[in-house]
């Protein structure tokens, strides 16, 4: 005989939300980027046991950056992890040290914005 069980008490169980805190603080980092021009997406992700935040440079494109935040017990790193494409940059345990790490990696990849308008010289 089968027993039967809620869904409501199985997804309790491994749902991971972002708290507003943390949602504000990745949509800072958003709106500055989009007012740069740099980002011009996002979208929130959610699976068993994580949700991410994923940020485009277009939206039919792969995400540039995303912020995965999963269960506490679920990984033995940290609960937050930052990922390029498919390849992890950081992970840790608060959301600071990771967006410390993507402001970094920010940074690193921003042009200077006269480089593709002036010529080289002769």
């Known amino acids: 005989m089968a027993s039967v069980t809620r869904l409501s008490d199985h997804r309790r169980q491994r749902r991971v939300f972002f708290s507003r805190a943390e949602l504000d603080l990745l949509l800072q980092l958003y ?5 740069r021009g740099l980002w011009r997406d996002y979208a929130i ?4 046991g994580c949700v991410s935040f994923s940020v485009f440079r277009h ?11 999963t269960a506490p017990e679920a990984s033995r790193h940290g609960s937050y992890a930052l990922l390029q494409r498919r390849l ?11 967006l410390l790490e993507l402001e970094r990696a920010i940074r690193r990849s921003a042009r200077p914005l006269g480089a593709l308008a002036a010529p ?3």
Request: net charge negative; aromatic share 2%.
């Open 31 to 35: 709106s500055r980027q989009v007012m």
């Open 45 to 48: 992700d959610q699976h068993d």
């Open 59 to 69: 939206s039919l494109e792969c995400p540039l950056f995303t912020v995965v935040k």
């Open 88 to 98: 992890q940059l950081a992970s840790g345990s608060t959301l600071q040290e990771v």
């Open 120 to 122: 080289a010289p002769r």
